[in-house]
């Protein structure tokens, strides 16, 4: 079936560095993409989005790029605080409205 | 986008018991609604979609019979985990549709004992 995986299940970075979280998707028809943080005992906390007519994305301190000729995703969060220590996912929107979430990247933000 | 409140936020219950966890949309009319479960270190797994007013559509291997839907206004959806066992222990998470971005609520851990 359709998926959408990561490629690192776990990213330590020092605090003040930046971190990349990269993510691998299969639907070819996905034409909308978003990135979702999510802490510990809580729901999904939305970061960012980009659609496919759309290669760079920027918020404040993070940048979502698509590569849709290898179907890859990634977000680069910009000197990275101890409060961006979470899990996060990347999500495909093949359907509408309904979301496949990738298995989740932890990010360790050490002092 | 929607700002989504779930309730209860935890609740420990007997096996073979019934829990309902209601999901409310505070400012979007929600015609829409999912309901995800999210095991320990897992991603988040489409259940269900919850519609207003008719049948929820399940996604494939999830019990229609034991997970009950109800949508019956447009700002509240319910799911009732029946005959809770203990391997239905998770973290169950409900989201509106209709106001791109999906908003999630903040979750209810089910434990069952």
């Known amino acids: 079936g359709e998926s959408v995986g990561l490629h690192l299940p776990t990213l330590s970075v020092q605090e003040g560095d930046n971190s990349i979280i990269n993510c691998a998707y299969s639907n070819s028809a996905s034409d909308y993409f978003i990135w979702y943080k999510q802490e510990s005992g809580k729901g999904p906390q939305f970061i960012i989005d980009i659609r496919s007519n759309m290669d760079k994305r920027q918020g404040q301190r993070v940048t979502v790029l698509l590569n849709k000729t290898v179907k890859h995703l990634s977000l680069q969060i910009a000197a990275t605080q101890p409060g961006d220590s979470a899990v996060y996912f990347c999500?495909?929107?093949?359907?509408?409205?309904?979301?496949?979430f990738g298995t989740g990247t932890r990010l360790q933000v050490f002092p | 986008g929607a700002v989504v409140s779930q309730h209860p936020s935890w609740v420990i219950c007997k096996s073979g018991t019934s829990v309902k966890i209601e999901c409310r949309s505070l400012d979007f009319q929600a015609t829409t609604m999912f309901w995800y479960r999210q095991f320990p270190k897992q991603s988040l797994m489409l259940m269900a979609t919850?519609?207003?007013?008719?049948?929820?559509?399940?996604e494939q291997g999830v019990e229609k019979d034991k997970f009950l839907i109800n949508h019956a206004s447009l700002t509240l959806s319910t799911l009732t985990v029946t005959s809770a066992h203990p391997e239905d222990s998770s973290f169950y998470i409900c989201?509106?549709?209709?106001?791109?971005?999906?908003?999630f609520g903040n979750g209810t851990r089910l434990t069952v004992t």
């Open positions: 989201s509106v549709a209709g106001n791109s971005p999906l908003h």
């Open positions: 999500a495909e929107n093949p359907l509408t409205d309904k979301l496949i």
């Open positions: 919850s519609n207003e007013g008719s049948k929820a559509t399940y």
